[in-house]
């Protein structure tokens, strides 16, 4: 199984990158993680030739590619961070690679609320019509405390937490299976969607 | 009543905007609303702190100035946009001007939503902590099926939608009103008095005395006489001052003392307390010259200086000293750069001094193998005066065979021995040595530079000759006050005494260049201000990049492996910045590859002066087994090489004898260091090795191997043949070390007038450099106390040249 995972923010130092890092090589043999990267990515501002630059496609591809992906989000004032917020602007703006995408959501933060806010953002975001994704549903992996998390090898030290995750990611890899079985018959839905846009549906296109 | 419009989106077109420009209109009358664009906001990233940035200051202070603020959203996948979300990050990162602002929220879209949802998102993300607003309760405004609403000169069409946003509106300006009552400052009643409190210090809880009458804070007394000088000074003169002039314990830490900024405030804020008054009233105080707008400044001057370290403060002093004006620029609060840490004496032969000393056993074996190198080894450049010293060395060793011998040197044994010490090859190969006439005016002018100092001010203790770790021979000239702030106090004084500027907290950004003549820079002051100064010359003595891992990383060519998270021995100002402002004007480089790592570091700070720092011919190494593992008396790169083989960490070991001999510390600090745990001490030597995690058998073997090789003068195992105490007197102590960056052999390529040269191999005109910035003198491998010796060398040297080349 190939999955992407998308760092959500654009810092030197953060504990999602590790969690991410660390995901990677646990579960490395139940699954191929690439670790995406979004902090190179251009501001979204939609460009005046409606083509999205190729860096935002590249990790576009790479999406598209994938089995399903895996966010991991820092809370900045509640909410996800502007960067990362861009960067999902720009998937929505181009091939829509995460239309019927499985996307298991993750976070990490210093104080004890591990990002709850911002996943219930998330959620809510990647359910808007330019992206439906499929969200893996009642399961969220809120890190806490994240700077004592890990030690100096990258390994995550709590227990419990340790358990969780691997609870989480296996029943991701179910989800991943099954959902890919649903959707391959919504093909037609799927391109409707990749079609969608505010603009047609003000003026009473086909949505 | 004054409010600040925001228009959420960076989208050229925006519904969003139409519908603030309607409000502006509409409601002249009664408000001034002004508009700001969130389109040339930098994406937010925490990493990288724009917060001085004109545009993020301009939301600020506007923000700040406004009664309240409306946002105008669209909704981006059920959110609002990250060009909406980033301004509001940068606004609650460093600076919070939302915190407590009546707020307005209004959006418009497409469907029939009207950003109902990216609004709900809005509101949750405007209560966050760091953002704070307040956000007017219910009132929704939300303008669906926007490309309907407007005529065709922005006005909204229907009278309903008009009627429901002048109700939201005029609400709004009553919730502003009302909500801002909330922002006036709490009324605050001091028992007046003067309290006792402490502020954590470098080495131990400093005393600090606050005064408070009925409605002010009057009086901060921090008695500073525990702390090192230099870096802290600036902490305990500037944070009280701020708290002071502002009445608010809101208050900016310092760059590099950030535990002792921190210390002050909650000191005072205790004392607040003690006064009977909650400090967060205090902490929620505007900064002290919060609200003023900065104007940009300009200066003319003669030559400016760009680093406030030893090269720079020379540089000033001696363009004084020429009845010229010189600007030092600084971007840290504090002066001193990396001269301030300076633990060691500077290098200058004065034979006549030294011949005062006794020699120590084993240095005529140093001058015996100098004599025996074959002369076909040494550079041809070098080789005429290698013949010299070795007729000297002969004469001098002739005469000088028994326990009368004095402390033999000459300007050639320390001109030699800087290019044997420089002389290294990196790992591909390539030889690098000090370049001949850079190293010859070093050495020729190092005494010189001595007496100078003497001028000056700097006071010598010359009862001592002593030898800084690295430095191959004694030759030290130590100051009689505590080293490195020593040069800093009196060559600071001199230059402020004669009229010179020191500009602080002033961060060169550009030279200004000319016709390909460099006649000045342009800055960013401390309040994101921008300073220009023209002057007939600058001279970069910015120092090194030893605090710059990624540019270490970058050039190294020597070592196997620099790690992420190595540690500096250097201030955190030491980046590397006068080195790339050389490359804007097409400076070369020389030896970038190469850098020193001191081997006996603080493995967890990279300082020097932790633990017991003594000289090496008392130096016993141990590694993490109780075994020596090294010749104590190598070079730096050697110690360092070894202890990389050893697994990094290692441990100096000492007795009570050996601790008298220690540099920079007193009891107390040596008893806190064990409290610490980051000094350990213990009656036994066999009890040391256990709380080192040793066999003690193990380690009380090596010492007495070691004690044995003292009495007789030689080590078989590694050959250390200088020794002074022995290890034997209780209590004992182990001082863990690890080797940390030090000092950066490249940078400009300069010539011997301290002109920085070009690619082409020409001289920059207007540019000088002086120090650690400079490349080409220690090359592969500097000696201890021989940066010293280079910077007040050659800061005299660009300054003298930079003068007489002006009048030219």
Known sequence: ?207 | MKFIGIVGTNAEFSYNRLLLNYMQKHFAAEADLEILEVTDVPMFNESDDQTNSPIIQTFNDKITAADGVIIATPEHNHSIPSALKSVLEWLSFNVHPFDGKPTMLVGASLSDQGSSRAQLHLRQILDAPGVNAAVMPGNEFLLGNVQLAFDDEGNLKDQGTIDFLETCFSRFMRFTKISNLLNIPEEITFTPGTFDVTTPGHNGDLPMKVTLSKKRIEKIDIDTSKETEGIADVVFERIPQEIIDGQTLNVDVISGASITSHGVIDGVAQAVKMAGVNPDYLRQRPKAGALQAIPDEEYTTDVVIVGAGGAGLTAAAKTLQEGKQPIVVEKFPAIGGNTVRAGGPMNAADPEWQKQFPAIPGESHTLQEIVAMDPESIDAEYRPDFLALRDQLQTYLAENTDENSYLFDSTLLYRIQTYLGGKRTDLNGQEIHGQYDLVKILTDHALESVEWLEDIGVEFDKSEVTMPVGAIWRRGHKPAKSVGYAYIEALSNYVKAHGGQIMTETDVTSLIDEDGRVCGIVATGAKGQKITIHAQAVVLASGGFGANTQMLKQYNTYWTEIDDDIQTSNSPAITGDGIRLGQSVGADLVGMGFSQMMPVSDPETGELFTGLQVPPQNFVMVNQQGQRFVNEYGSRDTLTQAAIDNGGLFYLIADDNIKATAYNTSQEKIDQQVAAGTLYRDETLAGLAQQLGMDPAVFEQTIANYNRYADEGLDPEFGKDVFDLKVEKAPFYATPRKPAVHHTMGGLKIDTKAHVINETGQVIKGLYAAGEVAGGIHAGNRLGGNSLTDIFTFGRIAAHNAIAEAAE
Request: charged share 25%; aromatic share 8%.
């Open chain 1, 1 to 207: 199984m190939k999955l992407i995972g998308i760092v959500g923010t654009n810092s030197d130092h953060s504990t999602n990158r590790q969690l991410l890092q660390y995901m990677q090589q646990y579960f490395s043999k139940e699954a191929e993680i690439e670790v995406c990267e979004i902090k190179d990515l251009p501001a979204f501002n939609e460009p005046a030739d409606k083509v999205a630059p190729a860096t935002v496609q590249e990790l576009s591809n790479k999406i598209s590619a994938a089995d399903g992906v895996i966010i991991s989000t820092p809370e900045y004032d509640h909410s996800i961070p502007a960067v990362l917020k861009s960067a999902i602007e720009w998937l929505s703006y181009t091939t829509r690679p995460l239309i019927d995408k499985p996307v298991m959501i993750v976070g990490a933060s210093h104080g004890s609320l591990g990002t709850s806010r911002a996943q219930g953002h998330l959620r809510q975001i990647l359910d808007a019509p330019e992206l439906k994704a499929r969200l893996m549903p009642s399961a969220e992996f809120l890190l806490g405390h994240s700077l004592t998390a890990f030690d100096d090898n990258g390994q995550l030290v709590f227990p419990e937490k340790v358990q969780e995750l691997e609870e989480c990611f296996e029943e991701f890899r179910d989800f991943v299976t099954i959902n890919n079985e649903l959707v391959k018959n919504h093909q037609a839905k799927a391109e409707l969607n990749r079609q969608f846009s505010w603009e047609l549906d003000a003026n009473g296109g086909q949505n």
